[in-house]
C-alpha cells in the first residue's frame, strides 16, 4: 500500500527503512522522501513506522 503518494512510497519502503535502522519520521523523511512533501501522510507514516521498529525490536536477540 502507499503511505505517500507524493513521493511514491510504500508500507515495504518504511519497514525496510526500519530494518536498515530508521527510526524517526525526520529520518524517514530524510531517507524516503515519506512525509517531506505535503505531509498529509505523516500522521500514517508515523503509524507504520513505529510498527516496524517495534517489530524490528522484537527480533532482535536480547542479552543474556
Do not use: F, K, W
Amino acid at each position: 500500500m502507499y503511505v505517500c503518494i507524493c513521493n511514491a512510497v510504500t508500507e515495504r519502503a518504511i519497514h525496510e527503512a526500519a530494518r536498515r535502522g530508521i527510526a524517526t519520521l525526520d529520518a524517514l523523511a530524510q531517507s524516503t522522501g515519506c512525509g517531506a512533501g505535503c505531509g498529509s501522510c505523516r500522521d500514517l507514516a508515523g503509524m507504520v513506522l513505529e510498527e516496524a521498529v517495534e517489530r524490528q525490536q522484537e527480533r532482535m536477540p536480547t542479552a543474556a
